[in-house]
């Protein structure tokens, strides 16, 4: 079923937790609602599971009015950041017990859900711990239990609030793919959050990047990384260099007297600033912006150059190791030539 | 962190400290409840059991089991009701609400038997009113009730505040969105989470409601056979020189005193996690 | 609370649960200590005064006040030798210790009183040892005083013992580096970083003495002017039907231990802002 967010706002005091938010997901789309702490993304979540109530705006779900509905008559599966799970039952009893409180005429039978309990676990890869407590697993498979039991439901949408955020790298990593794979095999619309843009990028159909309590760019991963809206959502998808320039004729123009193409909104500016990827550049001899190395560090195949231009700014450069001059070392003075910036529209805030 | 942990007594000033310790212990604690019942028995068990034929001191046993019958499950739904509105709710004015929880723990029990006295006794508030309309509260078993739920009020409460508060709400949200009503979030979730500190407050509970005395004092006028819990029947006992029938009923709180402290060791020793931090030692 | 009497929540029930509670606090707590308030001033401000002032009742709140102090201090000392030794010391009967240490919580003071006067009594176990050495307990101003002990040891033992625990030992460990000896690093930093533990100790143990009676009044032998300890005072007025005299003394008797608890939380304060330097 299809989710609709219209003009949600929310409000706690002074400070805007959401301001004016829209957003579709098509049925069984899997959507990342990215951004930093105190971007309004768990409170976007909250609203969805009926945790919280807006002050303004829609939300329809299916054609029928969400908002009206309390959390229980969503269905909606939430798994909770810390998971949640009930200390004092077991992994099966966790996994049971949305089914288990359903009114008696609709509650299944007991061997029902027994088998369902059964199906489940094999689903999360959790068989032969039906008996365990949640204190006597790790972080992965208590995850693990949180995603089963809010599945159990068998949940018309399933919202995650930093599923791995509690999680090692590793571990991180392994669920990721399996996640996906669970999406892939249930089909259920999925919406989770997480404040990591690899992430991000990595499991969803689409991202929506979330700033102050605003929308900054709703896009797949590929159309985020291709053609950032703005600033923000350039500087958070990655590690970012600033220049300033001016803006003729879509191309910007640097102090030194070099050029380059400059993507983004902006094609005429006299003032403004170029934003470029440490991979997007080119060591030159002349015509380049003046700097200094101050540190190299390996990264598999990459180099990372820090360096330190006239004015005391420090910019980032990865090179290919492999194309890099040995004598490239810290004290070194080269020229920077950005192959491409982005400049975007400057924001009052 | 680390702990310094236990290790075993070395130094002569270690075995000093340790004898002081332990003779303190025994000379200010152990030797009074050791002298309940030795007096007890000083003229033999058949003496001793005598004690336990007098009809007032049945009574008075009877008495304190069904004040507390009424007291305790009062103030444990009132400690669970309490701990749900101020654990698992913000809310402006919760110092103050904690704040007058805890009251009944620093006013005197004589104060605490005093204050009915104000309000229903002869010359009490709403005294006359009541006796004018047949109702009598002072010297009655309503008054015994009325001063020990007052002075066992915090109680279960002040178990389960912390305990709640420490564990949050999140596995009742979680039950929400997992379709369970409330009656039944509280029941399955929260109830099980707390089960243990409910029944250790319980249980301190219970063992005040039974041993109270000053407050229950103030308010029961010393009706023999009536109005007699069995700390007041130990002292009217005492006050007319009958000390074996004295140390004998005085003997049975003593027990229960034990007992108390046997399960509330025995529930701090097993369920450590399960009661809240002030209690894990 | 960003300006909201209560923050929204999905979960169920804080209206019922905060009007019962609201409803038992006021019928058992705000209610009851209201007329304590109110009916003192029955009498007027100068029979109020006069009232508090009798010779008879000052002596009783100077002992209550003296001896609930007195007790206190006497179990901050031995409280923190109990338990050092409990949490220090690995001794058969540890545990028994650690458990005996709530018995006078447990234990019903009328219970207390009459043992602690057998005991204390000339022919007691103890009073008829200490009675050729010329010390009398029982029915003096000391046996309030050995009862107050008794029922106040347990307030410092389980107030210092989880700080005590939680002490760190690389604490001492570095002092001991430092060159710290035995003594100096008890009373330079083990003391010092028990202080508020034991403040809070003392204060809940001069409280509960203050306002003591069950195993006060058999030990006490009750004589005004001497061993009449106030809470006797406010039950001997309610027998003579003097309700506002008997709540004057009442009033008076809360007062002062707001005041000592006043008195305690300031150190305690001063106390924490060394502590935090």
């Known amino acids: ?156 949408m399933l919202l995650l609030d930093e599923p791995f955020g509690a999680l090692d790298a590793k571990v991180r990593r392994e669920l990721r793919r399996w996640l996906r794979q669970i999406h892939d095999e249930t089909g259920v619309t999925t919406v989770f959050v997480t404040h990591d843009q690899e992430e991000a990028m990595d499991l969803a159909d689409r991202v929506v990047v979330l700033n102050a309590g605003r929308v900054e760019q709703i896009g797949t991963p590929a159309e985020l990384q291709k053609t950032p809206a703005t600033a923000f959502v350039f500087d958070f998808l990655g590690d970012s260099n600033r220049l300033p320039c001016r803006v003729v004729d879509g191309h910007a123009m640097f ?60 910019y980032e450069v990865d090179l290919l190791r492999d194309a890099t001059p040995a004598s490239l070392a810290p004290g070194a003075r080269v020229r920077l030539r950005p192959r491409r910036v982005f400049v975007f529209a400057e924001t009052a805030r | 962190m680390r702990s310094v942990g236990l290790k075993r007594p070395a130094s002569l000033g270690a075995f000093l400290l340790l004898a002081i310790a332990i003779g303190w212990l025994a000379v200010v604690i152990v030797l009074p ?150 009656w039944t979030t509280f029941l399955k979730v929260t109830l099980p989470n707390v089960k243990w500190a409910l029944l250790y407050g319980v249980l301190l509970c219970t063992a005040r409601a039974m041993g109270e005395f000053g407050a229950v004092s103030v308010v029961s006028g010393h009706i023999r056979g009536k109005t007699n819990t069995m700390p007041l029947h130990v002292e009217v006992l005492y006050n007319e020189y009958d000390f074996v029938g004295a140390f004998a009923i005085a003997s049975l709180l003593a027990g229960l005193a034990l007992v108390t402290l046997a399960l509330k060791a025995g529930l701090e020793w097993r369920y450590a996690d399960e009661l809240s931090a002030g209690r894990r030692h | 609370m960003r300006g909201r009497w209560l923050e929204p929540s999905v979960l169920p029930g804080f209206g019922p649960a905060l009007g019962f509670t609201l409803f038992w606090l006021g019928l058992l707590v705000v209610l009851p200590l209201a007329a304590l308030v109110a009916r003192p001033w029955e009498l007027g401000l100068a029979g109020f005064w006069h009232s508090v002032t009798e010779p008879r009742v000052l002596a009783a709140l100077r002992l209550s ?161 001497v061993s009449e300890i106030a809470p006797l005072l406010i039950v001997i007025r309610l027998e003579q039907f003097d309700y506002a005299g008997a709540a004057a003394v009442g009033l008076v008797m809360l007062g002062l231990a707001a005041l000592g608890l006043l008195a305690i939380n300031l150190s305690q304060v001063i106390l924490a802002r060394r502590g935090a330097a």
């Not at chain 1, 004092?88 to 029902?112: C, I, K, T, W, Y």
């Not at chain 1, 369902?116 to 239990?145: D, I, M, N």
């Not at chain 1, 003032?271 to 550049?281: I, L, M, S, W």
């Not at chain 3, 029915?139 to 760190?168: C, E, H, K, N, W």
């Open chain 1, 1 to 156: 079923m299809s989710l609709s967010v219209d003009n949600v706002s929310k409000r706690f005091g002074r400070f805007a937790a959401l301001d004016r938010v829209s957003l579709q997901a098509v049925d069984g789309e899997f959507l990342a609602l990215l951004g930093p702490s105190g971007s309004g993304k768990t409170s976007l979540l909250r609203v969805l599971a009926g945790l919280s109530r807006p002050d303004e705006g829609r939300v329809l779900f299916g054609g029928e009015d969400f908002l009206r509905l309390s959390p229980r008559e969503r269905r909606v599966g939430m798994v909770f950041q810390h998971y949640a799970l009930f200390r004092h039952m077991s992994v099966a009893d966790n996994v049971a017990f949305g089914l288990r409180v359903r009114p008696r005429r609709q509650r299944p039978p007991r061997a029902e859900i027994s088998a369902r309990v059964k199906e489940l676990l094999a689903l999360v890869q959790l068989e032969g711990l039906e008996k365990r407590y949640p204190a006597q697993l790790s972080g992965g498979q208590r995850q693990r239990v949180a995603l089963a039991r809010a599945l159990a439901i068998e949940p018309r």
């Open chain 3, 65 to 225: 006040f003296g001896a609930a102090l007195a007790a206190a201090a006497v179990n901050v000392v031995f409280g923190l030798v109990v338990t050092w030794v409990l949490v220090r010391y690995d001794f058969p009967g540890r545990r028994l210790a650690d458990a005996v240490v709530d018995l006078p919580f447990a234990l019903p003071t009328a219970v207390a009183g009459i043992a602690l006067t057998a005991i204390y009594a000339g022919n007691g176990w103890i009073g008829s040892w200490l009675g050729p050495l010329g010390i009398k307990v029982a029915y003096t101003p000391l046996g309030i005083l050995v009862a107050l002990v008794f029922v106040g040891l347990p307030f410092v033992v389980r107030s210092v013992q989880p700080v005590m625990q939680d002490l760190d030992a690389e604490l001492e460990e570095a002092a001991e580096t430092l060159g710290a000896g035995p003594v100096q690093r008890v009373t330079r930093v083990i003391l010092p970083a028990l202080a508020p533990a034991c403040v809070t100790g003392f204060a809940l143990a001069f409280a509960r003495a203050l306002g003591e009676y069950g195993s006060v009044i058999f030990i006490a032998g009750n004589m005004p002017l």
């Open chain 1, 255 to 314: 102090e030194g007297g070099f050029s380059a193409p400059a993507l983004g909104p902006v094609h005429e500016a006299a003032q403004a600033t170029a934003r470029f990827r440490p991979h997007e550049v080119d060591l030159a001899v002349e015509g380049g912006v003046p700097v200094t190395i101050t540190h190299l560090s390996a990264r598999g195949a990459l180099i990372r150059a820090e360096c330190q231009g006239l004015d005391g700014a420090l």
């Open chain 2, 33 to 182: 409840l050791v002298s309940v019942f030795a007096e007890a028995l000083r003229k033999g068990v058949p003496a001793y059991l005598e004690a336990f034929r007098d009809p007032d001191g049945q009574a008075a046993i009877r008495l304190t089991l069904l004040v507390a019958g009424i007291c305790v499950p009062l103030n444990a739904v009132f400690g669970l009701a309490a701990a749900w509105a101020v654990a698992k709710f913000d809310f402006r004015g919760k110092g103050f609400l904690l704040t007058l929880i805890d009251l009944p723990f620093s006013i005197s029990p004589v104060i605490s038997g005093l204050v009915w006295v104000l309000l229903f006794g002869a010359n009490g508030w709403f005294g006359p009113a009541l006796e004018a309309a047949g109702i009598k509260v002072i010297f009655t078993v309503t008054a015994l009730v009325l001063a020990t739920l007052l002075v066992t009020l915090p109680f279960v409460a002040r178990e389960l505040i912390p305990l709640m508060a420490e564990q949050g709400t999140d596995e009742e949200t979680a039950a929400v969105t997992l379709g369970a009503r409330g």
